[in-house]
């Protein structure tokens, strides 16, 4: 409008009359100014209309160029957005009517109006065409609002039949969805929900807002619906308007955000779960994150380790080792090594460390993970099957030299006993070199023995023992022989639990571990002896290989000498290893007590540190039963002329064992591998009383060989003798049923005993 007060008319009136009628009316009004252009044609109108604009019109259907509606419909057309007010001759109400449905503000016939009707007719018109094209605009936004947004826009009436329909959902149209049911457009099970929201809306008069899933074509979509009543006029509830926004998106951001979100705490678990140590820390060698790994393995909890440094939390001084990890992490992105770390109670441990570098989203690196895993009890299991390996390839090659040694020292040792028979009369300095020759035989062949004990063990007659009484005897002999300077005590408990033993082998071991002891307190000192019950049990058999579950009697030997560089630990045990002075010691003392010990089913541990001592600990299983003495050995008898089968493939073994026999009055047949053995023994079967054989033959072996004589005579008493007697071969020989064993090299009262043995059946 030009002003509040001016109203600017355009006249489409033909009949001169008329506009002067209409002028002297306008005048007569007072509130308001109008300016009136008249025109007599609608072509007129339309040229006016294009270059200028009006408050409103004023239109005559019957103009020259034009007439009836079709003049409306033209003039409207040309200009939607001003208000026309049709101004007849003609009192039709069917034209009035058809004139309003197209869109005219009012149907006034001349005559029947005044200026004041007239100007409010205007204002009313200009009023409520601005109202419309204010609702028109919004509307427009409206719909382009629509139209770029997922919002699907409905009405429904109380059946819940579509009525009204914007914007529908992708996969289908207003016409299919116009005047139907969701029943009858969509799947029953999503259908039956949208019926219980709506009509419960329906029931109470109040909107409600809800998620729901929807299948449109074997398509499911997810929508956020909003259900309002719709009302008339009289505010009576007519049906239900909704609001349905698909999000279908953000409901697979938020299901890939919830997702993510339990992944992270998967992960979160997992790491704490782990008994890996995970620790990330930032560029400033901070710890900014510290898993259940990490706490239990080095004992600060995450809220003692946040923040902190973490080479002081977790080193005792620098390391150039660290500093070359965190330079490789640095430039190449990732390190793995072993690094020894320290707990929270000041304690070592051997960790298998894993460095990553973490970088952000622009590859700047921004932390350091690192994954530490607890390898002590490994390395340490590895160090003993290191020693456990390269001690048995020792003993595999001591046994080797052990057995030849044997042979050789057999008819030395057996030929120095008998000289002294052959020569009875022969004079002081012949009987003294003959001694020494049976001594020093009787050293090289406990020098070999010790060599085999070392490498296989020692096999003894195994009885119940007391470890006590053993203890106190040896207890008895140190305070007579050790220097008065070093002391020694005992700790038995009179409760000590019975071990299965051979009760020399076991004193050898005990005075050896002594006999160290002393030559490691050179001016005074204390030597402990110590025993205990104790119960091994599976973890404490992971951690050591040599042991089992179960009742074990431990042994310990302390001192408070020079004790052992922890560089000379893992080779004591090895045969001729020795850190005494030359002369003084053969390195065979330690590598037999383990031979021994395990010959028991034992197992051996040592701790020492330089100038704080040594402690030798004998484990050896426990076993139930009472205590029994070794059997004295009877003295040896000589023969009654029985006949014995000899059978050695050694040519001086053979002339020294007929040489003693023959002196004992027994009878010899001889025999150099089993194949004669067994010709021999084929022909004279009835006159034989005993065979001595050796295992090792040439030809055919000795167990072969015995076998084929216990087929022949399942009676015959059969000697076995060997130079290497390893536990695989006394158990081949006492399974076909020979369980007296002659080891070489044997003195004449040996040989004497075993004959005895076999022939009166003593088993």
Same mark, same amino acid.
């Given at each position: 409008m030009a002003g509040e007060n001016i109203i600017k008319v355009l006249l489409v009136e033909d009949n001169l009359g008329d506009v002067l009628l209409l002028q002297e009316l306008f005048k007569e009004v007072t509130t308001v100014v109008v300016e009136l252009m008249p025109v007599e044609q609608l072509y007129e109108a339309v040229n006016y209309l294009t270059n200028e604009i009006f408050d409103v019109i004023l239109l005559d259907l019957s103009l020259p160029d034009s007439q009836g509606l079709q003049t409306f419909v033209i003039a409207h057309n040309q200009a939607q957005a001003t208000p026309i007010i049709v101004l007849t001759g003609i009192d039709d109400e069917t034209l009035a009517i058809r004139a309003m449905q197209e869109g005219a503000q009012d149907y006034l016939v001349?005559? *029947?109006?005044?200026?004041?009707?007239?100007?409010?007719?205007?204002?009313?018109?200009?009023?409520?065409?601005?109202?419309?094209?204010?609702?028109? *605009?919004s509307e427009e936004r409206f719909r382009v609002a629509l139209k770029n947004s997922p919002i699907f826009v409905y009405n429904q009436d109380r059946d819940l039949r579509y009525t009204w329909v914007y914007n529908p959902p992708s996969g289908l149209t207003v016409e299919e969805i116009l005047g139907k049911q969701d029943l009858n457009i969509i799947p029953v099970e999503d259908a039956q929900h949208l019926i219980a929201i709506k009509r419960g809306v329906l029931t109470t008069g109040i909107g409600t807002r809800?998620?729901?899933?929807?299948?449109?074509?074997?398509?499911?979509?997810?929508?956020?619906?909003?259900?309002?009543?719709?009302?008339?006029?009289? *505010?009576?509830?007519?049906?239900?308007?909704?609001?349905?926004?698909d999000i279908s998106e953000r409901q697979a951001a938020l299901r890939d955000r919830k997702l993510a979100e339990e992944k992270i705490r998967e992960q979160a678990a997992l790491l704490n779960v782990t008994t890996d140590a995970i620790c990330v820390r930032d560029l400033n060698n901070q710890i900014i994150f510290w898993n259940k790994g990490a706490e239990t393995l080095y004992g600060w909890q995450a809220t003692e380790a946040w923040g902190k440094n973490a080479s002081e939390l977790l080193y005792d001084e620098p390391s150039p080792e660290i500093e070359a990890a965190l330079l490789q992490v640095i430039s190449k992105g990732k390190w793995q090594g072993e690094l020894t770390k320290l707990t929270k109670m000041n304690k070592e441990i051997l960790v298998a460390s894993r460095w990553s570098l973490v970088c952000d989203?622009?590859?700047?690196?921004?932390s350091i993970l690192t994954v530490d895993t607890d390898i002590t009890e490994k390395k340490h299991l590895e160090a003993q099957l290191f020693r456990a390996q390269r001690l048995e390839s020792i003993g595999t090659l001591a046994s080797g030299i052990a057995h030849d040694l044997n042979n050789i020292l057999t008819p030395i040792l057996a030929g120095a006993q008998l000289l002294p028979l052959k020569f009875p009369n022969a004079d002081e300095r012949t009987r003294h070199l003959l001694e020494i020759l049976e001594i020093n035989a009787r050293r090289g062949a406990d020098l070999v023995k010790q060599v085999l004990s070392f490498a296989r063990g020692v096999e003894g007659k195994h009885i119940t023992l007391q470890l006590r009484h053993i203890i106190v005897e040896i207890a008895k002999i140190l305070k007579e022989t050790f220097p008065k300077s070093i002391e020694i005590s005992t700790d038995v408990p009179q409760n000590l639990w019975m071990v299965s033993g051979d009760s020399t082998q076991l004193h050898q071991v005990l005075m050896n571990f002594c006999v160290n002891a002393r030559d490691a307190m050179s001016n005074s000192g204390t030597l402990s002896i110590s025993a205990e019950n104790i119960l091994i049990d599976a973890n404490y058999a992971r951690m050591n290989l040599e042991a089992k579950e179960g009742p074990y009697i431990v042994i310990t030997v302390s001192d408070t000498g020079v004790g052992i560089p922890k560089e000379m630990l893992d080779r004591i045990f090895e045969p001729f290893f020795t850190t005494k002075d030359v002369g003084q010691g053969t390195g065979l003392g330690l590598s037999t007590v383990l031979g021994i010990v395990k010959s028991h089913g034992g197992f051996v541990n040592v701790y020492s540190e330089p100038e704080s001592g040594t402690s030798f600990?004998?484990?050896?299983?426990?076993?139930?039963?009472?205590?029994?003495?070794?059997?004295?050995?009877?003295?040896? *008898?000589?023969?009654?002329?029985?006949?014995?089968?000899v059978v050695d493939d050694e040519a001086a073994i053979q002339e020294i064992t007929i040489t003693s026999l023959e002196a004992h009055n027994y009878k010899i047949l001889v025999a150099s591998d089993g194949i004669e053995a067994i010709a021999l023994y084929a022909q004279n079967r009835d006159k034989i009383s005993a065979v001595l054989m050796d295992i090792m033959l040439p030809s055919l072996d000795g167990l072969t060989a015995m076998r084929t004589l216990q087929k022949i005579n399942p009676q015959v008493k059969i000697i076995a003798?060997?130079?290497?007697?390893?536990?695989?071969?006394?158990?081949?020989?006492?399974?076909i049923g020979v369980n007296t064993f002659l080891s070489k090299p044997y003195t004449v009262n040996e040989l004497l005993l075993s004959l005895q043995k076999v022939l009166s059946g003593v088993k």
């Open positions: 001349k005559g *029947q109006v005044t200026g004041d009707l007239l100007v409010r007719s205007m204002r009313y018109a200009i009023e409520r065409q601005r109202a419309d094209n204010a609702l028109r *605009q809800e998620e729901v899933s929807i299948t449109i074509k074997e398509t499911t979509r997810y929508y956020d619906l909003t259900v309002e009543p719709l009302r008339n006029e009289t *505010q009576e509830i007519v049906g239900v308007t909704c609001a349905s926004i989203e622009r590859g700047k690196p921004k600990k004998v484990y050896l299983p426990a076993v139930g039963g009472i205590e029994t003495l070794s059997p004295e050995n009877l003295p040896p *008898q000589t023969g009654h002329g029985e006949l014995i089968l003798s060997s130079g290497l007697m390893s536990d695989n071969k006394l158990s081949a020989v006492a399974a």
